[in-house]
């Protein structure tokens, strides 16, 4: 691959017939041994190579990582894929040869316990949306696209849009600026739909959120999952919750629950006694906020529904 970007890159920079790809992949194939320094040594010949075409060296940026259909949304199979290359410390220490990697925030937990990665050599930047970055954001997507005539507040009628109502769209668009500017498109359009006259009105508002919470969940996390979660009808529930409602084992219930958790649909909040006098039982909550509204509200006909069959040939009581 390596050799073919070479090859092309240099027949459009010098406009020549020389096709050196296949010069390229004999120098790459040389240095493919089977011990660690290898890949090292790889990267070092690149380094030399773009510069004797006059650049400075190499950045690889990785993106899109829990987004294969081999992690499929889970934050361990999306650290486990690219372990390989944080564990080995000496690929980031070449010399012209830059990675940045943009990673789900889930990821970082699995490289400090079960996948131990060098944190402190390879320190990790947190990218983070302030809700008055996210009010400058749509402030000045607001005045570009109306010439400077329109802020976002006078989109709403009077008394029914203030700080408090753009801290809740913000968490109920998990704080992104993609997300939330799609929450305001519809929100827009289900007023235009209404045919009311007047602005915007905070029924619309919510009317918005339940339609973008349903429209785009299913893009964030696997229809199977999200059903398995909204079954259980509660936003806060416990391992024999669970249990209960699919009449399994609470090991089984367990898994479930665990799954739930990597795929960053739930999370644990706290504990409380057990009613045994054994140890705490564990007080999981839902970690969406767009699933949250969906369960509260009942938006999905699947909200606290009965299981009909067993699934995943998961272990009966």
């Known amino acids: 691959m390596l050799a073919t970007v070479a090859a092309t890159w240099s027949k459009k920079k010098f406009d020549a017939d020389a096709d050196i790809g296949p010069a390229v992949e004999t120098i790459l194939r040389s240095l493919r041994q089977e011990d660690g320094v290898a ?6 010949r690149l380094v030399s190579f773009v510069r004797a075409l006059g650049f400075k060296g190499i950045v690889v940026l990785v993106d899109k990582v829990d987004e ?3 992690t499929s949304n889970s934050s361990d199979a999306t650290a486990r894929l690219v372990y390989p290359i944080l564990e080995h410390v000496q690929l980031m220490e070449v010399e012209g ?6 990673l789900w925030s889930d990821v970082q937990q699995h490289y400090e316990t079960t996948l131990r990665v060098r944190l402190d050599k390879i320190t990790p930047a947190n990218i983070t949306w302030t809700e008055a970055g996210l009010r400058e954001m749509i402030d000045s997507r607001m005045k570009f696209f109306s010439a400077s005539t329109v802020s976002f507040d006078q989109l709403f009628d009077e008394g029914s849009f203030d700080d408090s109502v753009f801290s809740y769209l913000c968490h109920s668009t998990v704080k992104s600026p993609r997300e939330l500017i799609k929450a305001v498109d519809i929100i827009v359009r289900e007023h235009d739909l209404k045919a009311a006259p007047g602005l ?9 959120l339940d339609k973008y919470s349903l429209e ?13 979660v909204y079954r259980v009808g509660k936003t806060e529930f416990t391992n024999k919750d ?10 089984a219930a367990g898994r479930k629950i665990a799954k739930w958790q ?7 909040e706290g504990t409380f006694a057990s009613e045994t006098g054994n140890k705490p039982v564990y007080r999981y909550e839902v970690a969406d906020p767009r699933v949250e509204r969906i369960i509260g509200r009942m938006l999905d006909k699947l909200v606290g529904s009965d299981v009909d069959e067993q699934e995943d040939n998961e272990e009966v009581i």
């Open 39 to 44: 890949p090292k040594a790889v990267m070092e």
């Open 68 to 70: 294969t259909p081999q």
């Open 97 to 102: 040869f830059s990675w940045l990697f943009f």
């Open 200 to 208: 915007v009105d905070r029924q619309t508002v919510e009317t918005g």
């Open 216 to 228: 785009t969940i299913n893009f964030w996390f696997p229809r199977k999952f999200l059903q398995q």
């Open 242 to 251: 669970v249990a209960s409602k699919y009449k399994i084992t609470t090991q």
């Open 262 to 268: 990597e795929l960053g649909l739930v999370k644990q």
